[in-house]
């Protein structure tokens, strides 16, 4: 069986040895690279961020990323957000002021409403009917921190031709429910991070790299 090849985008993010080490641990053959040949042609690209959503842009934008983002999905190739890499799909974020997002999806990215900020640690997801992700997974926990947060449906009046309707996923911290996760045909993303939740984790992410 030949291994599915896997771009984790190099763009700056932090902490990308671990999303890379946990996609080799479930099969895939990684490269991390921003190099516009190997993101366009792998079978999946991989979309980490840590840190603010701001200079997340800032540094997608300076390497075209928006470009080869939308020329993947337009071709129904798999791309998947982790972090602020799921927050950048959506239309802008709230984070130190306000600023632009890919625009993949409606909304915005608001700060949590908890008495606790970060949101740091293991919590439950409410999986989506027919989640593909959350195959097997869907009763365990999984690792977030993060302090802002999509908190609207995505997938509310979704009109995008005979594109599907994303499918949410949510949690709750304190009084805010929020998306972690999103399935839209080739784009999907999480707010947790997979390659830090332990064999729940890797189950997930061995669920999406059998979609590519």
Known sequence: MVSPRVVVLD????????????LEKVGADVELTAEQDAVLNAD???????????AVMEQLTAMRAPFLIDQRL????????????????????????EHEGLGQWPGTVDRLDAP???????????????SELFDGVEDERFYFVH?????TDPGEGWDAGPLPA?????AT????????????????????HPEKSGDAGLHLLENWLQTL
């Not at 190739?77 to 239309?91: D, I, P, S, T």
């Not at 900020?117 to 027919?130: E, K, L, Q």
């Not at 302090?147 to 908190?151: C, D, E, F, G, R």
């Not at 929020?178 to 080739?186: D, H, K, L, T």
């Open 166 to 170: 994303p499918k949410a996923s949510w």
């Open 74 to 97: 337009a071709g129904g190739r798999a791309v998947m957000g982790v972090c602020v890499g799921l927050q950048v799909m959506f239309e802008r974020s709230a984070e130190k002021g």
């Open 147 to 151: 302090s802002y947060a999509a908190l």
């Open 44 to 54: 999946g690209l991989l979309v980490p961020g840590v840190g603010a959503f701001g």
């Open 11 to 22: 763009y700056g993010s932090g902490n990308v040895r671990s999303a890379c080490r946990a």
């Open 173 to 192: 911290h304190g009084n805010s429910r929020f998306i972690a996760a999103v399935e839209n045909g080739a784009l999907r993303g999480t707010q947790f």
């Open 116 to 130: 606790v900020i970060p949101h740091m640690g293991w919590s439950p997801v409410d999986a989506a009917p027919g």
